[in-house]
Nanobody
Framework: QVQLVESGGGLVQPGGSLRLSCAASGRDFSIYHMGWYRQAPGKQRELVAHSASNGYINYVDSVKGRFTISRDNAKNTAYLQMNSLKPEDTAVYYC???????????WGQGTQVTVSS
């Protein structure tokens, strides 16, 4: 089972940017669907961005035009570039790696993103 480690979170002012990284162990990273999720206090975890193994990418409407998901299969790493950050983006961000045949996949430990002045 793949293991994931997120990094890159922190405190940023509204309008600022952060880039999150998700490093995966193991082999065959390219065949995994990669997703970035977030969970704010008192709210359910939600899918933010998804990069399928076939290259298809989708985003939740609230981040379209501001966030970009990417992956470097040679480095076994997925990224989430977050621009024009808003206070409502504050949450713990998690990455998920899932084989197409799996229902749930593997989760990282999460990284805190706080957007505040």
């Amino acid at each position: 089972q793949v293991q994931l480690v997120e990094s890159g979170g922190g405190l940023v002012q509204p309008g600022g940017s952060l880039r999150l990284s998700c490093a995966a162990s193991g082999r065959d990273f390219s065949i995994y669907h990669m997703g970035w999720y977030r969970q704010a206090p008192g709210k359910q975890r939600e899918l933010v961005a998804h990069s399928a193994s076939n290259g298809y990418i989708n985003y939740v409407d609230s981040v379209k035009g501001r966030f970009t998901i990417s992956r470097d299969n040679a480095k076994n790493t997925a990224y989430l570039q977050m621009n024009s950050l808003k206070p409502e983006d504050t949450a713990v961000y998690y990455c998920n790696a899932r084989l197409p045949v799996q229902a749930f996949g593997s989760w990282g430990q999460g990284t805190q993103v706080t957007v505040s002045s």
